[in-house]
């Protein structure tokens, strides 16, 4: 759940009429902005936390579709750990467990819970989407997973907007490095970068990729 103020000054240069996948919703804040930039086109938002859905259910746009359910490497039932650190608003729950030091400096509590889940190929099916102008990716450190598993449709996406760790918070935790390469090797490109960090290093950021086969 890192910044997302700077990528905006990009979206806000897009046509209005694009399809776009929101994978973690939150608290909506981005997903109003999205709704509001993209009028013509559809917003797909994903969250798998209820409490934070029945929220989201409380936007009235047309162009919104709502999903209570996860963008997973497998369709079927997942294991999702809640963050229930209340300072936290429940954005940093991930289908990935914490890892010792980072549950016990920030999550402080953690409930595993099961939701329903999809892979970006058999959601994209159930939807009747046959490409993604826009995905947005913000899944606390699942975000590899997603990507690799998705390789045979990766040609399908003209962006992809994915928060990126530097260190590893969660068990089995993919970093930077890795989507990087992965998106690199299915011809995408890095446009930019967005860091956060502090005196003892970087932690978290987000990355906007651009598939260099679509216009």
Not at 26 to 53: A, P, R, V
Not at 69 to 87: R, V, W
Not at 155 to 166: L, M, S
Request: hydrophobic content about 35%; some cysteine.
């Amino acid at each position: 759940m890192s910044n997302t103020s700077n990528i905006y000054d990009i979206i806000n240069k897009f046509d209005d009429n694009l399809a776009v996948i929101e994978c973690g919703g939150h608290l909506g804040n981005d997903t109003i902005k999205l709704c509001e930039k993209f009028k013509n086109g559809t917003i797909y938002c994903i969250e798998g936390n209820i409490n934070l859905y029945n929220n989201l259910n409380k936007l009235e746009y047309k162009n919104l579709k709502l999903f209570n359910c996860l963008l997973a490497d497998k369709t079927g039932i997942c294991d999702f750990y809640i963050d229930e650190n209340s300072e936290g608003d429940a954005g940093a729950s991930s289908l990935l467990e914490s890892t010792p030091s980072y549950l016990y400096n920030y999550i402080k509590k953690e409930k595993k819970i099961s939701v329903e889940s999809y892979t970006l190929n058999d959601f994209m099916k159930n939807n009747n989407l046959d490409k993604i102008d826009f995905l947005w990716l913000d899944v606390e450190g699942f975000e590899y997973y997603i990507l690799n598993n998705s390789k045979d449709i990766l040609n399908k996406i003209n962006y992809i907007y994915t928060e990126v760790n530097f260190q590893e918070f969660r068990k089995n935790g993919k970093l930077y490095d890795d989507i990087k390469k992965l998106l690199l090797e299915n011809n995408f490109i890095e446009l930019n970068k967005w860091e956060q960090g502090a005196d003892w290093g970087l932690w978290q950021g987000n990355v906007l990729f651009k598939n260099l086969n679509l216009s």
